[in-house]
């Protein structure tokens, strides 16, 4: 009668030893994986369609990576809900450090303007670093009779809600920047979000949208060609890459300031040797003197540093963001 308890006891004895077993072996294995990282091609997923800022940033650092990492890096764009949708699928992605977001500063933006995005921004990702900074500039398509910020104050003033500017889509910096100017100047303008900086530079060229605040990226060759008219860019300072465009404040609008970063994170519980490993072959690229210089003439201008420089940035915008667009009653639509 007492000869099955003492077998249970010798069977929960022989599986915690197994167990035990199992996970001694497996550690070694999983340690060889991370050293061996990477061994097969990475997905970056850039969360805006082709030709937009984001994706002009991601291509410029994505081949000298590819050096310093040993493996391809595939770009894959998934646009929509302003940076949400391609942002979800490396939420839910494996956390192998295969699959890494390449995004930009709405990242800190979308937790105030979607009430139910289907990932915690703070929980489900872990930083790799920052890549570049860089302003928002507003530009016009160049057929309109403006010159400057004070011109374009004077149109929308002057017929309420006729004109519009666009942006990448709610929640993106330029759409806040909108908004901002909006609240400063009074001038009531009509704001159209699009999947992406493309499509809406696309459409401000051909006189569809009168105006448009994008990363400087994706409207830097249009503006230099004279297809897209430079009225003002969004930072206290003025960007390198244009110095000749004022600054929203220098332009007559006070207390304006709307700053933006792109960056690299990768899923929860990615292994911080992979991260590291990530981190430091992107300090390494952004180091090279030609990689500088090729974002320099986007209008971006290199950061690097490390993930918990990024991790900070992120937790310190969050109710930053969180008040302006309270303060903007923005929504997303």
């Known amino acids: 009668m007492n000869a099955f308890p003492h077998r249970r006891q010798a069977l929960r004895t022989a599986l915690g030893a197994a167990a035990l077993a199992v996970a001694t072996f ?31 940033v991601a291509r410029i650092v994505q081949t000298r990576l590819q050096a310093a990492l040993g493996q391809s890096i595939l770009i894959d764009n998934k646009g929509g809900a302003g940076g949400s949708l391609g942002t979800d699928v490396v939420a839910k992605a494996a956390p192998d450090g295969y699959t890494v977001l390449f995004t930009l500063s709405s990242h800190t933006i979308n937790p105030a303007i979607f009430p139910k995005l289907p990932f915690d921004t703070l929980k489900d990702f872990e930083p790799v670093g920052l890549v570049a900074s860089l302003p928002q500039i507003l ?26 500017f666009a942006s990448v889509g709610n929640g993106s910096p330029g759409h806040l920047a909108g908004e901002l100017m909006m609240i400063r100047t009074g001038a009531p303008l009509v704001h159209i979000p699009y999947r992406g900086g493309g499509p809406a530079v696309t459409d401000v060229m051909g006189g569809q ?71 430091k072959a992107l300090n390494t690229v952004l180091a090279e003197p030609a990689i500088r210089a090729q974002l320099l003439e986007q209008g971006a201008e290199a950061v690097g540093g490390t993930p918990e420089a990024l991790g900070k940035t992120i937790a310190a915008e969050l109710p930053k963001w969180a008040k302006l667009a309270k303060d903007a009653n923005i929504r997303a639509d």
Request: zero cysteines.
């Open 26 to 56: 497996a550690l070694p294995l999983a340690a060889q994986a991370q050293a061996g990282y990477p061994d097969k091609p990475i997905r970056f997923v850039v969360p805006y369609p082709p030709g937009g800022g984001t994706d002009v």
């Open 139 to 164: 530009v016009a398509y160049p057929g309109l009779p403006v010159r400057n910020v004070a011109d374009l104050v004077s149109q929308a003033k002057a017929a309420p809600n006729k004109f519009s």
């Open 209 to 279: 949208v009168p105006y448009l605040w994008v990363s400087i990226p994706a409207a830097a060759q249009f503006v230099k060609a004279g297809k897209l008219r430079a009225l003002a860019v969004s930072t206290t300072k003025r960007s390198s890459a244009f110095p000749d465009v004022p600054t929203m404040q220098e332009a007559g609008v006070p207390d304006f300031e709307v700053d933006s970063w792109y960056a690299m994170l990768v899923p929860a519980k990615t292994p911080k040797a992979i991260i590291d490993k990530l981190n």
